[in-house]
């Protein structure tokens, strides 16, 4: 019974957030709404575009809605990164057309005359021949991670971070919508508070040089089908940026952020995190002393991971 109270409060906990910030329950109008509905329509037409035989004309009910959400949203803030994205792939959408001898007009003037740039989006062709050598550096990389609870002194350069995020915003996202945040904690005494909130650390807290904070922002997510993506995509980026982060030598931890709503509530009376983000996980960062110990952690055979239907 003690198990279930505590399950029914920290769910409701969780759905009281979603309904309060996701972008399937606030205004329309609401620019980071308009900015999730441009984003997702934007990569509709993309996907669109990279189709095995597009079809010319397709979307044109999307077409309408993305033209009209970007006049919205350029109207209160002006341009940005889904905007110009916009634009660019309305672009790319124009001149697929017009070599299939379909013009639009209404295209035309939302395009005519604004700032384009057509590189920022659209398709791109790949050449798919690679080396063996691709592949066998990929699984040296994941196949040599482990957690890592003991550090070196070394200051971590802040551009180590920066680099490894870059990589880790490669990351697949619903409709490349993008929700994952990331907060570097910087200040010593912010930085141990969280980790005594977290309370996965004992042992080796006092020692995390760097620590890292992934969130993932509800206001991306636009219907109750949604609900559970922000943990799917926070993920994602998590993983690759730990991998990224490994890539840069630097050692790292995965700290657990599965817990009661009472330590959510505490974290965020210490660090600034906004309340439409759901916190993911903690991630400590370090140099790697020259020896040390990790904990082996056998993986599964492959049979009980992989069922072939």
């Known amino acids: ?33 308009l900015r999730a509905h441009i984003m997702m329509d934007t990569h509709r037409i993309e996907k669109g575009m990279a189709l095995p035989d597009p079809r010319p004309g397709f979307g044109q009910d999307m077409l309408q809605r993305l033209m009209t959400n970007t006049r919205a949203f350029e109207t209160q803030l ?29 295209v035309d003037g939302f395009l005519d005359n604004s700032e384009l740039c057509s590189a920022l989006g659209g398709i791109t062709q790949l050449n798919t021949e690679r080396s063996d050598e691709f592949a066998e550096a990929f699984r040296a990389l994941a ?14 350069d802040a551009k180590l971070i920066h680099d490894a995020t870059l990589i880790a915003a490669k990351s697949p996202s619903v409709c490349n919508r993008q929700s994952a945040r990331l907060h ?30 992934v969130t993932s922002d509800l206001s991306s997510f636009l219907s109750s ?39 959510d ?31 082996t952690s056998p993986r599964r055979h492959v049979e009980q991971i992989l069922t072939v239907h």
């Not at 141990?192 to 650390?201: P, V, W």
């Not at 993920?235 to 940026?241: E, P, R, T, V, Y």
Request: net charge positive; charged share 20%.
């Open 225 to 263: 089908a949604e609900r559970y993506q922000c943990w799917i995509d926070g993920g994602l980026f998590a993983m690759s940026l730990v991998y990224a982060l490994h890539s840069k030598g630097l050692g790292t931890c995965m700290l657990n952020w599965s817990v009661d709503a009472s330590r």
């Open 184 to 213: 570097h904690i910087t200040d010593p005494d912010l930085k141990q508070k969280a980790l005594e909130i977290q309370g996965g650390n004992r042992g080796f807290g006092a020692q995390i040089p760097e620590l890292l904070i």
């Open 143 to 156: 196949l040599s991670r482990h957690s890592v609870r003991q550090f070196s002194d070394t200051s971590v």
């Open 1 to 33: 019974m003690k198990v279930m109270l505590k399950t029914l409060r920290n769910s409701g906990f969780d759905l009281l957030r979603y309904l309060r910030h996701s972008g399937a329950v606030r205004n329309a109008d609401d620019p980071d709404v």
């Open 265 to 295: 509530i505490a974290l965020r009376k210490h660090v600034d995190i906004p309340a439409s983000e759901n916190v993911i996980v903690f991630i400590a960062v370090g140099h790697l002393p020259k020896n040390l110990t990790v904990a």
């Open 78 to 106: 002006g341009s940005e990164f889904a905007t110009i994205w916009a634009r660019s792939v309305l672009e790319h959408y124009r001149n697929f057309n017009r070599a299939h001898a379909i013009r639009s007009d209404v």
